[in-house]
């Protein structure tokens, strides 16, 4: 945890004033099983259940709702 006055980064306590232009943002884990839809095409259901790769993160990002790791 920070030291009052300091921001928590990833490499530790930081004096505000040394982190320059920052932005605000929060990190959300929801659970969007339920919004799972199956590929509709035979060849891509193998696809459905495969771990995110390199390989087919193209598909994964085009079919987001098809890929049950996503």
């Given at each position: 945890m920070a030291q009052k006055g300091m921001a928590q980064?990833?490499?530790?306590?930081?004096?505000?004033?040394?982190?320059?232009p920052t932005t605000t943002h929060e990190h959300l884990f929801?659970?969007?099983?339920?919004?799972f839809l199956p590929p509709a095409e035979?060849?891509?259901q193998y696809r459905a259940h495969e771990p995110i790769t390199l390989r087919n993160r193209g598909w994964v990002g085009y079919n987001?709702?098809?890929s049950i790791e996503n």
């Open positions: 980064t990833v490499l530790g306590p930081v004096e505000p004033s040394d982190l320059g929801i659970d969007f099983r339920v919004m035979a060849t891509a987001q709702y098809s």
